[in-house]
T-cell receptor, first 111, second 120 residues
Framework: QQQVKQSPQSLIVQKGGISIINCAYE??????FPWYQQFPGKGPALLIA?????SEKKEGRFTISFNKSAKQFSLHIMDSQPGDSATYFC??????????FGKGTMLLVSP | GAVVSQHPSRVICKSGTSVKIECRSL??????MFWYRQFPKQSLMLMAT?????????EQGVEKDKFLINHASLTLSTLTVTSAHPEDSSFYIC????????????????FGPGTRLLVL
């Protein structure tokens, strides 16, 4: 049973556009939601993370929106650049326990 | 941010041999480290959770006798793939969990760069 559902599987966005990746979870015990960026052949790098006490968190061009009642959270990449082309994983965990990852979204930002 | 290193970055070995992969937290102490396996174009699959000074906790379906994990210090965990076979070829990634004081109040996991294992 997949506990974190991520969509879309792949995404093509024009340079300067907004990339939006969505995740939904079932386990109400989840209270930590990070996003990771992974380039081919590299380990995932933490982008941004949120706890459920806030509905939005912004760091530079990256924003997490969180909807606790809908059990959904999303990553928005503003002014998307070709260098943002990577695979993005959402994840969730209850407290400081092990992370459950989504299946990933391959983002391609066209020049 | 916190830095996690892995060594080697890639290794090729013959079938039947054992391979050791090191994971180090360079600028913080990690009481908990994790080992993941990732197949091409797939998500990360947690193999085991490693706590300093105690035995690792393996996920269901992961052979503990094949994937030996040792977490001898607060900055080092090792994964040894014993009697490796071609089906063990994969991308192995470790991560280390920080304390809240390092990540702006949030405990979080930082990942190493991964180790590509190819078993011939």
């Amino acid at each position: 049973q997949q506990q974190v559902k991520q969509s879309p599987q792949s995404l093509i966005v024009q340079k300067g556009g907004i990339s939006i990746i969505n995740c939904a979870y079932e386990n109400t015990a989840f209270d930590y939601f990070p996003w990771y960026q992974q380039f081919p052949g590299k380990g995932p790098a933490l982008l941004i993370a949120i706890r459920p006490d806030v509905s939005e968190k912004k760091e530079g061009r990256f924003t997490i929106s969180f909807n606790k009642s809908a059990k959904q959270f999303s990553l928005h990449i503003m002014d998307s650049q070709p260098g943002d082309s990577a695979t993005y994983f959402c994840a969730a965990s209850p407290g400081y326990s092990t992370l459950t990852f989504g299946k990933g979204t391959m983002l391609l930002v066209s020049p | 941010g916190a830095v996690v290193s892995q060594h080697p970055s890639r290794v090729i070995c013959k079938s039947g041999t054992s391979v050791k992969i090191e994971c180090r937290s360079l600028d913080f102490q990690a009481t908990t480290m994790f080992w993941y396996r990732q197949f091409p174009k797939q998500s990360l699959m947690l193999m085991a959770t490693s706590n300093e000074g105690s035995k690792a906790t393996y996920e269901q379906g992961v052979e503990k006798d094949k994937f030996l994990i040792n977490h001898a210090s607060l900055t080092l965990s090792t994964l040894t793939v014993t009697s490796a076979h071609p089906e063990d070829s994969s991308f192995y990634i470790c991560s280390a969990r920080t304390g809240g004081n390092l990540a702006g109040g949030l405990e979080t996991q930082y990942f190493g760069p991964g180790t590509r294992l190819l078993v011939l």
